[in-house]
């Protein structure tokens, strides 16, 4: 594997983490509470790389150092299906996400204090008709409560309801990984 410098990640997220130390990258967490809103007007899939682009423009950086953001959503047509609120929330958008096909959404902005690079990873998945009493039981054990669309693919709803997928796996877990490979090696070589 190439050697990459170490890196700044600001997310809070245990699958982003994960998925990025298997992949053998060298990093810190470093968190800041931004604004996550965006215009109404704004298409569904433009919304993750503005919000990452906005969460990397809120740090002050050192001049060699390297922060990454990223933000995912989960979107039918236009519609955002974002974190849900509470156990009502997430049994409407898992009613939504049911016998359809939705895109996961993942934003990535790679910036230093000389330059930024921004790209998008986008996923189709296709789920089964979910039954009320699959999407009770899956919101009551897993109170997916932390997830954008209300689900994890990597967790049992995951197992029973996906039916296809197109694209990056380790996307709809929490970061495109073998994009930002090739990302942050194309940003090192600016």
């Not at 890196?7 to 968190?31: I, N």
């Not at 001049?63 to 979107?75: F, Q, Y």
């Amino acid at each position: 594997m190439r050697s990459f410098p170490p890196f700044s990640l600001a997310s809070k997220s245990p699958r982003r983490q994960e998925l990025l130390k298997t992949a053998g990258f060298d990093f810190q967490v470093r968190t800041k509470e931004v604004d996550e809103s965006f215009p109404e007007t704004m298409p569904a899939g433009e919304v993750p790389v503005y919000l990452a682009q906005k969460k990397a423009r809120a740090f002050a950086l050192e001049p060699a150092e390297i922060i990454v953001t990223g933000d995912t959503v989960v979107a039918i047509g236009d519609s955002i299906l974002n974190k849900p609120e509470d156990a009502a929330d997430a049994k409407r958008m898992l009613r939504l996400l049911s016998g359809t096909e939705h895109q996961v959404i993942t934003g990535v902005c790679i910036r230093n204090a000389q330059k930024e690079k921004l790209f998008s990873a986008v996923t189709q998945v296709r789920f089964k008709e979910l039954s009320d009493a699959e999407i009770d039981f899956y919101i009551s054990a897993y109170k997916p409560y932390d997830k954008a669309g209300a689900y994890g693919i990597q967790e049992w709803i995951g197992l029973i309801a996906v039916e296809g997928i197109e694209g990056c796996y380790n996307n709809v877990v929490g970061f495109p990984v073998s994009a930002f490979y090739r990302e942050f090696e194309a940003f090192l070589a600016q």
